[in-house]
């Protein structure tokens, strides 16, 4: 009786630990033949990878202030896909969120950074979330899915941004790609000089983080986003304001990838450019699939994410390789995982 | 073609759905197959069609063992089936839906228009090459399906439920066209679980029950006989104490509900705290309409249905319940748990508390309880996928408040052992006791006599006066449900 009960233990974290990385290895794996299918030397594309991303002070913080963003569009697509919905409109919400935090700054360009700011991430999580709420609506009471819903909406966030900045808000007396006119300083989320990492952005998301992970532990309105998301007929007849809640999930995911906007602007870019957004909600998706949808895993799959895509920058000139080869790591890895899920349900 | 089915099992998982069914059908001949929802018709008709493979079994055409794997095989050897929902393609054309599951990677339109409307002609369908699919009436389709399966050589044509859904005009052709099928040698397989049908159409009957062949007879039929056969014998029953309030629970006023293939008019009832009312009728009759809008998951057209003075029609879900009444689904896993979530999960959801934050500590005790209270087998973090049938339904009456004012349950019973079956049964009528009305819906005739105080019959639409369960037989709720006798009601 006693050998019967812990053999299960014992075996059950092995298992864990073998599913865990059973991915990883074959994603390396299949990297590792698309990098000497292209004629490329393994060991220099794994040296510069990793020199790109950690090599010295200031690319150790580019990672971290590109992990800030993508944490806060995970964490807040933790709540979409906890109510079983996918959010693919994340990243029309932070273009949503950039121009939210543009029109602030520009309503009140001179307020004193201490109120100006503060106001300004208002503003993004505003815009953010109504961008969001508007793909739950399309969803709850028009019928549509989300994921066309979100397409369409990114098509016309990214149509909004270029009005913007070819009309209204363009430069004075030229219209250019470079975006609209920078931010007065005042406008600038400070970075810790001469690295572009800021320490309230990083503070920002992880707060964030904590909030989401605690929302969906321990209250009853993360759980009722669970039974929604595993069953919502059921969910519906016990009770659950199944509609308000997706529309609530839609909206707050929205304000999260709005603060993703508003750190884009304000930290990085100082003014609003057209591609704002810098594909982070769609990397996003990916790190919210391979978390699990766990809050725990959303940080640490962030920061690989970041130094994957930061590290694969140097390849361009260095190795005269595409810098697209971390997309393509980041891309294979989430396919592994998604296999081995679906080859253990089988099995099951 | 004549047909032979030997000793065909089948099963899901540890369910036979199939249990050594043989079946005889001489060319030429309607034959009916007649039982309840669930007694395993659809699945041997699927198997004869090549759609599922039995676990064993044989086939035999002509007297000549087959074997096939797929409807494009059993095509080939002459056998098409009409499923139940069609399997057409709505957004193509009439022509394309008739040219589909053609062989041959070129497929000539014209010849294929010409056949269309010859083998139309021949049937006295009307159909139209042109017209898209999806602007057809579901006769029109059928007429399509069947126009179809004789074009591409069907011997045996199988129809599963086909009067489901289609007007009277349309069904009083489709038995016209049967009958001159069979007239020209065709052999038509009838799958119903109406009684009406087969009196009108079939030479012979076989009748299944849970998966198994009860009996087989020849015209003229005894609707009596039939409904014992679908229903079983009715057990010596034990005479319950009736006991109930005076006080009126709910009260249903011209209540009219409708989906898409049925309508009903003018149910009027009333039940009393602590009655337990029973709705009989073979599956589809409209029992479950009528529950679904008592319990708010179904909007009434119109009409009133009353508790405690307050007309509750036209209301959201959440304010029946909130009125104290509740509905427990057939589908337990479906429509009543969330798979994935467990015990004390589903216990705090249910409580439906305003706190924000969850005290998990408080939550698992409360389950420790309820599952101690409801003899679940299971632990506070077990999944509810993961239990068996009879500790789901237990969960479920768990997870009920415990001052209820009206209950409503569909299927209480079903799928569960004889244990988990009368303990259902003593937790129900604990409820009443305290004056919980209760409705449910059964298949089971016996359960409906033997617990429920008044039966109310649904048959084709229309629903009998309330009969007390205490004079009454299965041969009266049998005739009731065949549709004879129908008082003015």
Redesign the interface.
């Known amino acids: 009786m006693a050998s019967t009960s812990i053999a299960p233990q014992l075996s059950r974290p092995l298992n864990r630990l073998a599913l865990a990385t059973l991915p990883i290895i074959l994603a390396l794996l299949v990297t590792l033949i698309i990098i000497v299918l292209v004629g490329a030397p393994p060991l220099a594309v794994l040296q510069r990878m990793v020199e790109g991303a950690f090599g010295d002070d200031v690319r150790r913080a580019d990672v971290i202030a590109a992990w800030v963003p993508l944490t806060l569009c995970s964490v807040g697509l933790l709540l979409t896909f906890t109510a079983g919905l996918w959010n693919i409109g994340i990243e029309g919400q932070i273009v949503l969120g950039a121009i939210g935090a543009t029109w602030v700054v520009r309503t009140f360009p001179s307020l004193p950074a201490p109120l100006l700011l503060p106001l300004v991430l208002l503003g993004a999580a505003l815009f953010g979330a109504a961008w969001g709420w508007l793909a739950g609506v399309l969803k709850v009471y028009g019928n549509v899915h989300e994921i066309f819903g979100g397409l369409g909406l990114n098509f016309v966030a990214i149509g909004l941004t270029n009005y913007l900045i070819f009309g209204p808000w363009s430069q004075p007396g030229r219209a250019t790609v470079s975006g609209t006119e920078p931010y007065p300083p005042n406008a600038w989320l400070p970075t810790l000089e001469p690295l572009r990492v800021s320490p309230a952005a990083v503070a920002l998301s992880l707060v964030v983080l904590l909030i989401v992970y605690f929302s969906l532990r321990g209250t009853t309105w993360g759980l009722q986003l669970k039974a929604i998301g595993h069953n919502i007929r059921s969910a519906f007849l016990l009770g659950i304001h199944t509609q308000r809640n997706m529309l609530l999930a839609f909206a707050l995911c929205g304000a999260c990838a709005g603060l993703a906007g508003a750190v884009q602007t304000t930290v990085t870019y100082h003014r609003l450019i057209p591609a704002i957004s810098s594909g982070y909600g769609y990397l996003a998706i990916l790190v919210a699939l391979l978390s699990a949808f766990r809050a725990v895993w959303v940080a640490p799959i962030a920061f690989v994410f970041a130094a994957l895509s930061l590290g694969s920058r140097p390849l361009q000139i260095e190795l005269n390789l595409d810098s697209s080869l971390g997309g393509v790591i980041q891309g294979v890895l989430v396919l592994m995982v998604v296999i081995v899920q679906g080859f253990r349900k089988r099995v099951r | 073609m004549k047909v032979e089915l030997r000793d065909i099992t089948k099963t899901f998982g540890s369910v036979a759905a199939n249990d050594h069914i043989s079946l005889n059908v001489d060319a030429g001949t309607i034959h009916g197959l007649l039982g309840e929802n669930g007694a395993g018709k659809s699945t041997l008709m699927k198997i004869l069609s090549g759609f599922f493979s039995a676990n064993s079994g044989t086939t035999v055409l002509n007297d000549r063992p087959v074997q096939y794997h797929t409807p494009l095989e059993a095509l080939a050897h002459g056998i098409g089936m009409l499923h139940q929902d069609p399997l057409d393609f709505p957004p193509l054309s009439v022509l394309d839906n008739f040219m589909l599951g053609e062989r041959g990677f070129i497929q000539p339109r014209v010849s294929a228009r010409r056949k269309l409307l010859d083998t139309a002609r021949h049937l006295h369908f009307k159909l139209e090459p042109d017209s898209l699919v999806s602007t057809l009436t579901p006769g029109e389709r059928q007429q399509l399906e069947i126009a179809r399966l004789l074009a591409r050589g069907a011997e045996v044509l199988i129809l599963d439920e086909p009067t489901t859904g289609i007007s009277q005009p349309q069904k009083v052709q489709l038995f016209a066209t049967l009958k001159h099928l069979a007239g020209e040698g065709k052999t038509i397989i009838f799958v119903t679980h109406k009684l009406e049908d087969v009196e009108e159409l079939c030479q012979r009957v076989t009748v299944l029950r849970h998966g198994k062949v009860v009996g087989e007879v020849a015209r003229p039929f005894s609707a009596q006989a039939l409904v014992r056969m679908m229903f079983g014998q009715a057990l010596p029953r034990v005479a319950h104490p009736v006991f109930y309030f005076d006080e009126t629970r709910l009260r249903v006023r011209d209540l009219a509900v409708a989906d898409r293939r049925l309508r009903l008019d003018g149910v009027s009832f009333d039940v009393r705290a602590g009655e337990v009312l029973g709705f009989a009728g073979l599956e589809g009759s409209g029992q479950r309409l009528v529950l679904r809008a008592c319990g708010g ?1 179904l909007r009434a057209l119109h009409g009133a249905i009353e508790l405690g003075g307050l007309n509750l029609v036209g209301r959201h ?2 304010n029946f ?1 909130q009125c104290g009444i509740a ?1 427990l ?1 057939a589908e337990r ?9 467990d015990l004390s ?2 216990f ?3 409580r ?2 305003r ?4 005290d ?1 500590s408080r939550a698992r005790s409360l389950s420790e309880a309820k599952i101690q209270e409801y003899n679940i087998r299971g632990r506070p973090d077990s999944s509810v996928e993961d239990l068996s049938g009879g500790n789901q339904q237990r969960a479920l009456l768990a ?1 009920l408040p415990v001052n209820l004012k009206l209950l409503l349950l569909e299927q209480p019973t079903r799928g569960l052992d004889i244990e988990s079956a009368s303990w259902v049964w003593a937790q129900l009528m604990a409820r009443r006791s305290q004056g919980t009305a209760i409705i449910f819906i059964s298949a089971d005739l016996d359960e409906v006599l033997t617990y429920a105080d008044n039966i109310i019959v649904f048959s084709g639409g229309h629903i009998s006066a309330p009969v007390p369960a205490r004079e009454t037989s299965v041969e009266e709720i049998g005739n009731l449900m065949a549709g004879k006798q129908f008082a003015a009601n």
């Open positions: 998951l879900y959440r319940l509905y689904p896993l479906g429509e009543g748990l969330v798979s994935g979530l999960e589903h705090e959801l249910a439906r508390s706190d924000i934050v969850i998990w997870l």
